[in-house]
């Protein structure tokens, strides 16, 4: 096994990940640095060694921060987070889709004064949204399944938790919490 399929999950100091979606994983040289620098904590490693003249060490798979670091209260407004509030899902027809079919939609149009903001944005796919066009909902019949809102970290954390990533090592297990049993690998 390579040193390059070796991430550390990366957990902040409460020993909760620092985020679930994406998951959040260090390469396995940025780990060994933040142990050198003594900036975390082991809490699980690989059978994997790497090596230096003077030196070896197994690598680690889980590391948690020594210093908490505080999330911000509400997150950035972005695409992929305004897709992840709304589960990846149309608010529209209500479809889940894979990113590359989804848009997002100005409920109020920004050629009638809406502006590029949580409260007016939902997802949308690209057939919805075309359908909509520049028409406010009660004009083309078109309700947003919930209304637009500006949602705090932990909720896009919570719906993170919705989406686990296509490969979980096991000695990861104990510290994530999804809501179904998680397969063994």
């Not at 296509?166 to 049993?181: A, F, P």
Request: glycine fraction near 4%; charge should be positive; aromatic fraction near 14%.
């Amino acid at each position: 096994m390579s040193p390059e399929s070796c991430p550390a999950l990366v957990l902040n100091a409460d020993f909760r990940p620092l985020s679930y979606f994406p998951l959040s994983l260090w390469s396995w040289q940025d780990s060994v640095k933040a142990v050198f620098m003594d900036r975390v904590s082991i809490l699980s490693e690989y059978e994997q060694e790497v090596h230096s003249p003077s030196f070896s060490m197994r690598l680690p798979s889980v590391i948690a921060l020594k210093e908490y670091i505080q999330t911000s209260r509400y997150p950035a407004f972005t695409r992929f987070n305004v897709f992840l509030r709304d589960s990846f899902s149309c608010q529209y027809c209500g479809l889940r889709k894979p990113t590359q079919e989804l848009t997002f939609d100005h409920v109020i149009p920004r050629s009638r004064g809406g502006r590029t903001v949580w409260d007016n944005i939902v997802t949308a796919c690209c057939t919805c949204n075309t359908r909509k066009g520049n028409r406010l909902p009660h004009q083309c019949g078109m309700f947003p399944q919930q209304k637009p809102w500006r949602p705090h970290s932990i909720q896009l954390q919570e719906n993170g938790r919705a989406f686990p990533p296509n490969y979980l090592h096991q000695s990861w297990h104990d510290y994530l919490y999804w809501d179904t049993e998680l397969d063994p690998i």
